[in-house]
T-cell receptor, first 116, second 112 residues
Framework: ETGVTQTPRHLVMGMTNKKSLKCEQH?????MYWYKQSAKKPLELMFV???????ENNSVPSRFSPECPNSSHLFLHLHTLQPEDSALYLC???????????????FGPGTRLTVT | TQLLEQSPQFLSIQEGENLTVYCNSSSVFSSLQWYRQEPGEGPVLLVTVVTGGEVKKLKRLTFQFGDARKDSSLHITAAQPGDTGLYLC????????????FGEGTQLTVNP
């Protein structure tokens, strides 16, 4: 299997549930990301991991908890979410390209999350 | 204030027409990327431009990076229904490391 995969593709959860989103990349990249995509809003960066170390937490509420056990896997643990957390959650991976070290990102298909 | 402004936000055209989408900022970027996202999928990278004034072509798509590296445009010639999607620009700044800043996107619909 190639590219970036995400599971599940769709998730409906209650506000008191605990669930986890999984992302796996088969591209040999060293950086992995979680984004939130809501209607009529730009992609919101949530977390960045480089070589398994979290390098950015973009003021994300603690009800979202990331985990990166190795460079190929990334999880987003969810608990006591709110209805406004309903969105498409996208995982991406990247690596520096070219002499300028540009980070081109490769996205998974996303998990459509609905919080009821 | 949105760092990257895309215009127009929505565009609906007929097959065969030409169109241009703009991505503007007051900030300088070391590179700028364009992505296309289709419903139910993640964004897919189309092109990366890194040099001011650079022009890249991808079949009927032409991408240009502004001379001052603050803006970019995407021109599509003879649009086809398969071009329908959300077009996103994303900029990388020298101090941002592996982080990209995304614009809000332009939703393009090409009608047959």
């Amino acid at each position: 299997e190639t590219g970036v995969t995400q599971t599940p593709r769709h998730l409906v959860m209650g506000m008191t549930n605990k669930k986890s989103l999984k992302c796996e990349q088969h591209l040999g990249h060293n950086a992995m990301y979680w984004y939130k995509q809501s209607a009529k809003k730009p992609l919101e960066l949530m977390f960045v991991y480089n070589f398994k170390e979290q390098t950015e937490n973009n003021s994300v509420p603690s009800r979202f908890s990331p985990e990166c056990p190795n460079s190929s896997h990334l999880f987003l643990h969810l608990h006591t979410l709110q209805p406004e957390d309903s969105a498409l959650y996208l995982c991406a991976s990247s690596h520096p390209v070219g002499g300028a070290g540009t980070y081109e990102q490769y996205f998974g298909p996303g998990t459509r999350l609905t919080v009821t | 204030t949105q760092l990257l402004e895309q215009s127009p936000q929505f565009l609906s055209i007929q097959e065969g027409e030409n169109l241009t989408v703009y991505c503007n900022s007051s900030s300088v970027f070391s590179s700028l990327q364009w992505y296309r996202q289709e419903p139910g999928e993640g964004p897919v990278l189309l092109v990366t431009v890194v040099t001011g004034g650079e022009v890249k072509k991808l079949k009927r798509l032409t991408f240009q990076f502004g001379d001052a590296r603050k803006d970019s445009s995407l021109h599509i010639t003879a649009a086809q229904p398969g071009d329908t999607g959300l077009y996103l620009c994303a900029g990388e700044q020298e101090t941002s490391g592996s982080r990209l800043t995304f614009g809000e996107g332009t939703q393009l619909t090409v009608n047959p």
